[in-house]
């Protein structure tokens, strides 16, 4: 017989495949069908949520930890940061040490200032992240972070950090002189002055304390990443300054020395 027929007994008429499949009651049809998509279902494996990535994981834990200007984040909450940024990697931002801009170490110096770029990776009225990018000898000058809580992590290259607090963070600079060279003088306490190589410890300062003021200069092309909490804002009265620093050795202060305030970024 052909395909798709069947042979019947006496009475009966031969059909197609399509016809006999029409000839089903709808009732059946519909508890067969049931049947084949439940056996399906169940041989079907579940679809696994994707996991958040390092960065995102890193901008969640920060939306929790910054609330805004006028607040520092608790012991626990800057512990719990500086663990996540320690064990970040470049990958987890998109960057290799194997790229171009990080292999060319013994580039030939340039005339005039190295330039430095950022990219920003997040930004709110509670807090930032940004990465910087500084190819040889490129300097960050020493500049403070007024009001605001800063995780710094260095993820490839290597840095020479300078960092000071003011010796007496209650006590202003001299305004009323401050149009004279020694008005515009305050005496600074040193707290780093080392150089770093990824991979390498996050660093933290506060507000008043754990070297607000800074300055980088790479010692080979380098990127870091830079979260600040709140970030600046003129409007808010946190604005850049910069600073030169003068050593003060003839008072035998040996790990103090006097800032004058430079110019306002």
């Known amino acids: 017989m052909g395909a798709g027929m069947v ?31 439940a056996a399906a279902a169940a041989g079907r494996r579940p679809r696994r949520e994707r996991r958040p990535s390092a960065i995102q994981r890193l901008f969640q834990a920060c939306r929790a930890v910054f609330r805004g ?14 663990a996540m940024l320690d064990r970040m ?6 960057l290799s040490s194997d790229m171009p801009f ?22 709110s009225e509670k807090f930032s992240m940004v990465l910087f990018f500084l ?31 003011w010796a007496d963070p209650d006590d202003p600079p001299n305004e009323s002189d401050a149009s004279s ?13 080392d150089v770093f190589t990824a991979p390498c410890d996050t660093s933290v300062l506060f507000p008043t304390a754990g070297g607000n003021m800074h300055r980088f200069r790479a010692v080979a092309p380098s990127a870091f990443l830079d ?34 305030n430079e110019q306002e970024g």
């Open 89 to 94: 990697r470049p990958e987890d931002v998109g």
């Open 7 to 37: 042979e019947l007994g006496p009475g009966m008429v031969e059909v197609g495949a399509a016809e006999a499949a029409q000839t089903v009651p709808p009732a059946k049809r519909r508890r067969v069908l049931a049947l084949k998509t």
């Open 181 to 193: 060279a020694d008005g515009q003088l305050r005496l600074a306490q040193l707290v780093v002055d």
């Open 69 to 82: 200007p006028g607040t520092v984040p608790a012991p626990a909450e800057v512990a719990l940061l500086r």
């Open 135 to 165: 190819p040889t000898n490129a300097v960050i000058p020493l500049h403070n972070h007024p009001g605001m809580t800063v995780f710094n992590k260095l993820l490839i290259g290597s840095m020479h950090a300078k960092s000071y607090d």
């Open 227 to 260: 979260i600040l909490g709140p970030p600046y804002s003129i409007e808010e009265d946190r604005d850049c300054t910069y600073y030169t620093d003068i050593p003060y050795s003839e008072h035998h202060m040996t790990s103090n020395e006097l800032i004058g």
């Open 102 to 123: 990080f292999r060319n170490r013994d580039a030939p110096a340039t005339e005039g200032t190295p330039a430095i770029t950022h990219t920003t990776i997040y930004k």
